[in-house]
Protein backbone atom coordinates (compact mmCIF):
# COMPACT_ATOMS: atom_id res chain seq x y z
CA UNK A 1 0.00 0.00 0.00
CA UNK A 2 1.31 3.24 -1.04
CA UNK A 3 1.63 6.24 1.20
CA UNK A 4 -1.42 8.36 0.52
CA UNK A 5 -3.90 5.52 0.58
CA UNK A 6 -2.11 4.69 3.95
CA UNK A 7 -2.75 8.18 5.02
CA UNK A 8 -6.16 8.29 3.71
CA UNK A 9 -7.57 5.43 5.31
CA UNK A 10 -5.82 6.22 8.78
CA UNK A 11 -3.83 3.96 11.06
CA UNK A 12 -4.72 1.57 13.70
CA UNK A 13 -2.81 1.79 17.06
CA UNK A 14 -0.96 -0.94 16.09
CA UNK A 15 0.20 0.36 13.26
CA UNK A 16 1.44 3.23 14.90
CA UNK A 17 2.88 1.12 17.55
CA UNK A 18 4.72 -0.92 14.71
CA UNK A 19 6.12 2.79 12.99
CA UNK A 20 7.43 3.67 16.35
CA UNK A 21 8.99 0.90 16.94
CA UNK A 22 10.43 0.55 13.57
CA UNK A 23 11.60 3.97 13.36
CA UNK A 24 15.59 4.42 12.93
CA UNK A 25 15.34 6.43 15.74
CA UNK A 26 12.36 9.13 17.97
CA UNK A 27 13.52 11.89 15.81
CA UNK A 28 12.69 10.46 12.97
CA UNK A 29 9.46 8.68 14.52
CA UNK A 30 8.37 12.06 15.11
CA UNK A 31 9.47 14.09 12.27
CA UNK A 32 6.89 11.69 9.99
CA UNK A 33 4.06 13.03 12.64
CA UNK A 34 2.87 15.15 9.92
CA UNK A 35 1.44 11.73 8.28
CA UNK A 36 -0.81 10.71 10.93
CA UNK A 37 -3.53 12.90 11.83
CA UNK A 38 -3.37 14.94 15.44
CA UNK A 39 -6.83 14.38 17.76
CA UNK A 40 -9.28 16.94 17.53
CA UNK A 41 -10.04 19.75 20.35
CA UNK A 42 -12.58 18.16 22.63
CA UNK A 43 -14.67 21.03 22.69
CA UNK A 44 -14.42 21.11 18.43
CA UNK A 45 -15.14 17.74 18.15
CA UNK A 46 -18.69 18.14 20.21
CA UNK A 47 -19.34 21.20 18.74
CA UNK A 48 -18.74 19.61 15.55
CA UNK A 49 -20.95 16.40 16.66
CA UNK A 50 -24.20 18.04 17.88
CA UNK A 51 -23.93 19.84 14.71
CA UNK A 52 -23.52 17.34 12.57
CA UNK A 53 -26.61 15.22 14.75
CA UNK A 54 -29.05 18.67 14.64
CA UNK A 55 -29.02 18.27 18.60
CA UNK A 56 -28.50 21.60 20.56
CA UNK A 57 -25.81 21.75 23.31
CA UNK A 58 -28.71 22.11 26.78
CA UNK A 59 -30.50 18.78 25.05
CA UNK A 60 -27.30 16.55 24.97
CA UNK A 61 -26.32 17.84 28.34
CA UNK A 62 -29.93 17.52 29.81
CA UNK A 63 -29.91 14.21 28.66
CA UNK A 64 -26.29 13.10 29.87
CA UNK A 65 -27.16 14.31 33.01
CA UNK A 66 -24.66 16.69 33.35
CA UNK A 67 -24.86 20.42 35.38
CA UNK A 68 -25.97 22.98 32.93
CA UNK A 69 -23.44 25.76 33.32
CA UNK A 70 -20.53 22.85 33.65
CA UNK A 71 -21.83 21.37 30.49
CA UNK A 72 -22.06 24.39 28.77
CA UNK A 73 -17.90 24.70 29.53
CA UNK A 74 -17.26 21.76 28.39
CA UNK A 75 -18.51 22.86 24.95
CA UNK A 76 -16.85 26.27 25.22
CA UNK A 77 -13.66 24.58 25.90
CA UNK A 78 -12.98 26.31 29.06
CA UNK A 79 -13.13 23.37 31.31
CA UNK A 80 -12.24 19.77 30.54
CA UNK A 81 -14.09 16.66 30.95
CA UNK A 82 -13.44 13.38 32.95
CA UNK A 83 -13.49 10.24 32.14
CA UNK A 84 -17.21 9.94 33.81
CA UNK A 85 -17.94 13.25 32.24
CA UNK A 86 -17.20 11.97 28.57
CA UNK A 87 -19.46 9.00 29.08
CA UNK A 88 -21.94 11.52 30.31
CA UNK A 89 -21.55 13.22 27.29
CA UNK A 90 -21.80 9.73 25.58
CA UNK A 91 -25.18 9.18 26.77
CA UNK A 92 -26.27 13.12 25.93
CA UNK A 93 -25.09 12.08 22.18
CA UNK A 94 -27.22 8.68 22.64
CA UNK A 95 -23.89 7.33 21.52
CA UNK A 96 -23.37 3.05 20.62
CA UNK A 97 -20.26 1.64 22.97
CA UNK A 98 -17.94 2.21 19.10
CA UNK A 99 -18.95 6.03 18.92
CA UNK A 100 -18.18 6.03 22.99
CA UNK A 101 -14.90 4.67 22.48
CA UNK A 102 -14.33 7.20 19.83
CA UNK A 103 -14.91 9.99 22.29
CA UNK A 104 -12.88 8.79 24.64
CA UNK A 105 -9.87 9.05 22.64
CA UNK A 106 -10.72 12.91 21.52
CA UNK A 107 -11.16 13.51 25.36
CA UNK A 108 -7.47 11.72 25.97
CA UNK A 109 -9.42 9.34 28.64
CA UNK A 110 -9.20 5.92 29.16
CA UNK A 111 -11.22 3.59 26.71
CA UNK A 112 -14.06 0.72 27.84
CA UNK A 113 -12.68 -2.14 28.86
CA UNK A 114 -15.40 -5.02 28.59
CA UNK A 115 -13.23 -6.88 31.61
CA UNK A 116 -14.13 -3.97 34.06
CA UNK A 117 -17.16 -4.74 35.62
CA UNK A 118 -18.51 -1.11 35.80
CA UNK A 119 -17.48 -0.63 31.93
CA UNK A 120 -18.87 -3.64 30.85
CA UNK A 121 -22.31 -2.52 32.31
CA UNK A 122 -21.78 1.31 30.82
CA UNK A 123 -20.94 -0.53 27.43
CA UNK A 124 -23.85 -2.90 27.27
CA UNK A 125 -26.33 0.29 28.00
CA UNK A 126 -24.64 2.31 25.37
CA UNK A 127 -24.80 -0.42 22.87
CA UNK A 128 -28.87 -1.18 23.83
CA UNK A 129 -29.27 2.64 23.58
CA UNK A 130 -30.32 2.95 27.64
CA UNK A 131 -30.63 5.76 29.15
CA UNK A 132 -28.58 7.92 31.23
CA UNK A 133 -30.49 7.03 34.61
CA UNK A 134 -31.02 3.37 33.17
CA UNK A 135 -27.94 3.15 33.08
CA UNK A 136 -27.00 4.45 36.82
CA UNK A 137 -29.99 1.87 38.14
CA UNK A 138 -27.89 -0.92 36.47
CA UNK A 139 -24.89 0.40 38.41
CA UNK A 140 -26.49 0.75 41.26
CA UNK A 141 -28.28 -2.86 41.10
CA UNK A 142 -24.56 -4.41 40.71
CA UNK A 143 -23.36 -2.70 43.51
CA UNK A 144 -20.69 -0.54 41.22
CA UNK A 145 -20.03 3.37 41.38
CA UNK A 146 -22.74 5.70 39.58
CA UNK A 147 -21.36 7.65 36.81
CA UNK A 148 -20.06 11.02 38.18
CA UNK A 149 -20.60 9.49 41.32
CA UNK A 150 -21.69 12.65 43.94
CA UNK A 151 -19.95 15.47 42.58
CA UNK A 152 -22.41 17.45 42.01
CA UNK A 153 -21.51 19.04 38.77
CA UNK A 154 -17.74 19.47 39.71
CA UNK A 155 -15.26 17.53 38.33
Not at 61 to 75: A, D, P, Q, T
Not at 96 to 105: C, F, N, V
Request: proline share 4%; with cysteine; charged share 30%.
Amino acid sequence: MDEKNENKRGLSTLELWAKLFKSSSLDQYLSDRNEIPELPVFSDYIKALAEEKGEKPETVIGRGGIESSFGHKLFSGTRKPSRDTVLQLAFGFAMDADETQKLLKVARATALHPRVKRDAVIAYCLQFHKSFMETQQLLYENHLPLIGGNHNGKR
